[in-house]
């Protein structure tokens, strides 16, 4: 019998070795995630395989997974200790090495597999591991399954031991996704793209399959190096979005394609060097997108920009769009469910249902959706497809740091704040508020349509605050600075990421 995982353990004592460590709140509100070794052992991730296989029972889904890792030091060692586990419990793992989470999506289509276990801490820094998980392609976990399981492996109750475990390592998975991504036309219009990967997983394919349909590829940190020696691979991050505009600016490059460390997500810079935050790209996609395809249904999240309701271009296509929860999982489940077309996320999480794609997020994919929308119009540079929108104020993703155990407490605490200024009819920033959205936090919308946003991050011990205005960087501010003095109260909130 596996014993019950632990929570109290310390690296380097006998204890650690000979038990499993697994500390709870690691399985957050749809992915795993949790800071190694001082969270979790190799014998906790047997736990969390063992586990993977007695849900799959319980739910009648055939035990047949597909893992891969990504490139950390010791995200290998992980996958094999999670694939121990699995096989444990009777599954049939199929193994596709160093991978992208896309390219463990894509392997439960090619391979007509189940089940899909990536090991990866995605942009989380160096020192975090975790795993994106499904077992109904091609959705990811679920609150309720992750739940599920974190009851399963918390208390030891894995099924009994089942026969039939079996391990296929499939070699040329990678050459597979590749080619599947290059069915499709060649581009028409020549481009020079710096591709710019932080040294993560990324940098193993997508310069490779950009080059192949057309572009120049100027490679910017595309050589794998664990310790991400630039900055970390994440586009919403400042440090590597300025990197990657002085390559621009310098190649006299078209754009720039920016992925983040597990290749599900694609950050873009235009010919100026200006970073466009990714759900202003997805305005610009879905208006492409539109033209196309009248009366389009979208999804986007609660952080990204207002435009998707008010843009004049997406209204003449008779396009709609639906505010839902923040998360690659909540987007890519509700868009599947709901029937839209594409599902947009600010932090890059872009959702091409069929026909388009096949409903999981893809930087690559995304890049090339970008790359076609330059390819349909030839006379304009990215940047005055930009300057097309109507103009709006906002802020990048800010994160203060706050604890797992208390940040949804914070978040209520905060939420209810505001609800009382509004019962009582009081101001923010000198405006009146026109409406709350409390689907994921708080999502404060002030009479001009400037809005903020707090909610709590669903992966790392953090908060997420996000500000837009379409009347003046000053209201942006200004809304800022009514959320930052409100954070300011609550002890357990401390020092942001990055801040306006």
């Known amino acids: 019998m596996f014993p019950k995982p632990r929570q109290d353990l310390v690296p380097n004592t006998a204890e650690f070795e000979r038990l499993p460590l697994v500390k709870v709140t690691g399985f957050r509100e749809y992915d795993a995630r949790w800071r190694y070794p001082e969270e979790i052992n190799l014998l906790g991730m047997e736990a969390v395989g063992l586990g993977l296989t007695t849900l799959m ?10 893992v891969g890792h990504d490139f950390r030091s010791y995200s290998s060692a992980i996958k094999a200790a999670l694939t121990t586990g699995m096989l444990a419990g009777g599954a049939e793992v199929h193994d596709i090495g160093l991978a992208l989470s896309p390219m463990a999506y894509f392997a439960q289509f090619e391979l007509k597999v189940e089940g899909v276990a990536m ?15 499904g077992i109904d392609r091609p959705l990811t976990f679920s609150p309720d399954d992750m739940t ?49 990967c932080g040294n993560g997983t990324a940098g193993a394919f997508a310069p490779h399959v950009l080059a192949e349909i057309g572009c120049t590829v100027i490679p ?49 810079v235009d010919n100026t060097g200006e970073a466009i935050f990714a759900d202003k790209v997805g305005v610009m996609l879905a208006r492409d997108i539109a033209a196309q395809n009248p009366n389009a249904h979208f999804v986007t999240d609660v952080k990204s920009t207002g435009l998707f309701q008010t843009d004049p271009v997406l209204k003449q296509h008779g396009a709609k769009t639906v505010l839902w929860k923040t998360g690659h ?7 599947h469910e709901t029937g839209a ?47 097309a929108l109507p103009r709006t104020w906002q802020s990048p993703t800010m994160s203060p740091h706050c604890a797992d155990e208390v940040k949804y407490d914070v978040v209520d605490r905060v939420v209810k704040h505001f609800q009382d200024v509004a019962a009582k009819g009081g101001t923010l ?6 409406e709350l959205i409390t689907v994921n936090g708080i999502r404060i919308v002030l009479d001009d349509g400037t809005w903020g946003l707090v909610r709590a991050s669903s992966n790392k011990p953090e908060l997420v605050v996000v500000v837009e205005s379409p009347t003046s960087e000053e209201n942006m501010r200004a809304i800022f600075a009514e959320i930052d003095a409100e954070l300011a109260k609550q002890p357990e909130v401390g020092e942001y990421n990055q801040k306006i």
């Open 57 to 66: 029972r319980e739910r009648g889904v055939p035990v047949r997974i597909v």
């Open 119 to 133: 090991v990866t801490a995605s942009h989380n820094d160096n020192g975090w591991t975790g795993i994106k998980m």
């Open 148 to 196: 599920a399981l974190k009851e399963i492996v918390m208390n030891a109750k894995f099924a009994p031991y089942h026969e039939g475990a079996r391990y296929i390592y499939v070699p040329d998975l990678a050459e597979r996704y590749m080619a599947d991504l290059l069915k499709r036309p060649k581009l028409m219009r020549p481009l020079k793209v710096v591709v710019s």
């Open 220 to 268: 910017l940190n595309c050589e794998l190096d664990h310790n991400f020696p630039a900055h970390n691979p994440n586009p919403e991050d400042l440090g590597m979005l300025n990197a990657t505009r002085d390559a621009v600016l310098e190649h006299k490059a078209d754009l720039a394609l920016v992925f983040d460390g597990d290749g599900d997500r694609c950050g873009v």
């Open 329 to 335: 999982s909540y987007i890519k489940r509700y868009s």
């Open 341 to 387: 077309l594409v599902g947009f996320e600010k932090s890059g999480h872009f959702f091409f249902n069929p026909p388009l794609g096949r409903g999981y997020d893809d930087g690559l994919v995304s890049a090339l959706a970008v790359l076609d929308m330059l390819d349909r119009n030839p006379g304009k540079t990215l940047a005055e497809l930009k300057d």
């Open 429 to 434: 920033a000198g405006q009146k508020i026109r």
